[in-house]
Nanobody, 120 residues
């Protein structure tokens, strides 16, 4: 089970750090991805980190602003989001991927996610 947290209301240009904590399994054994879904839009992949954390991948829309990281000791994956824009507003969800790199499909069930709202 994955539990997302850290969302909230932030002004444009602000920052948030999201957390994805695992229960019952070891995150370090899997590639983990963050997705987001805004109302009326399809779910989109935002960032991914490989099993050992040596590789990261980002959507073009967040590249240079978001950073994904993994703390295996805490069994948690983070998404540091800087320079937030109103178009980043969405529910953010994390997922376990089927491969050790970021090419696999989503293995885990979707959780409730954490809401990020960027507004003045």
């Amino acid at each position: 089970q994955l539990v997302e947290s850290g969302g909230g209301l932030v002004q444009p240009g602000g920052s948030l750090r999201l957390s994805c904590a695992a229960a019952g399994f070891t995150l370090g054994d899997f590639a983990i991805a963050w997705f987001r879904q805004a109302p009326g839009k399809e779910r989109e992949g935002v960032a991914c980190i490989t099993t050992r954390g040596e590789g990261t991948h980002y959507a073009d829309s967040v590249k240079g602003r978001f950073t994904i990281s993994k703390d295996n000791a805490k069994n948690t994956v983070y998404l540091q989001m800087n320079s937030l824009k109103p178009e980043d507003t969405a529910a953010y969800l994390c997922a376990v991927l089927s491969s050790t790199d970021c090419t696999g499909y989503v293995l885990s069930n979707w959780g409730q996610g954490t809401q990020v709202t960027v507004s003045a």
